[in-house]
């Protein structure tokens, strides 16, 4: 429970930090331009724009991801004003980056699960694609599937008669989605990481190098 606590700690200490902050504000941009290029399928409609939230919710933990949830719902109505600006959707919002932040954050530095390969006896890292997968199925399963359909039940957007039929319907659409989102974030999420870590480990190791100089 402790280590549980910690986690929203660490985040927490993040929104002093101008780096976490930039990039934050900077990753809820590229969510806003890749909300612009959702592709419309027969039986689904892909948006990748939840991959920013994750990469958020990895870097900085589950204060930040939440934040910064319910800032790209609230700049995402004003940028594409599309019905009534209702708050609980924000929240709802907030809740998503909230779960990668609580699933990816700092993850990659503790417990490890590891894959061997049984001919080569090599092993392999899998323990931010497993957290991953924990990630999104929490995000379809209780955001999309349960909470947004139920929402949208409330205020008219679903009539009480279609509500399962919509559940089946969700349903359907999101294991579609799963099935290109996984290998997107298996691909980006560990990118990130690396080029995070690349980058302001060099930046700490130059502050180090002009301090011994001057």
């Not at 902050?21 to 331009?33: C, G, P």
């Not at 892909?46 to 949830?69: S, Y």
Request: positive net charge; aromatic residues 10%.
């Amino acid at each position: 429970m402790r280590g549980f606590l910690s986690l929203f700690a660490e985040s927490a200490k993040e929104f002093s930090k101008v780096r976490s902050m930039v990039l934050t504000a900077m990753l809820v941009a590229v969510s806003m331009v890749i909300e612009m290029f959702t592709i419309e399928l027969p039986f689904a409609r892909l948006n990748f724009a939840f991959i920013a939230i994750a990469i958020i919710g990895m870097l900085f933990g589950p204060c930040v991801g939440l934040a910064a949830g319910c800032a790209c719902d609230i700049v995402g109505t004003l940028v594409h004003p599309t019905g009534g600006f209702l708050p609980i959707y924000t929240l709802v919002a907030g809740l998503q980056g909230l779960i990668y932040g609580i699933c990816l954050y700092h993850k990659a530095n503790g417990h490890r699960i590891q894959f061997v390969h049984h001919q080569t006896g090599k092993t392999v890292d899998i323990t931010l694609f497993l957290r991953a997968i924990a990630a999104r199925l929490l995000d379809v399963v209780l955001i999309n599937l349960l909470i947004n359909t139920k929402l949208n039940l409330h205020y008219g957007f679903i009539p009480e008669e279609a509500y399962g039929a919509a559940i089946i319907a969700r349903m359907a659409k999101n294991v579609i989605e799963l099935a290109v989102d996984l290998p997107l974030l298996f691909l980006l999420l560990p990118l990130a990481l690396r080029e995070y870590r690349i980058i302001f480990s060099r930046s700490v190791s130059s502050r180090k190098k002009r301090r011994m100089r001057s």
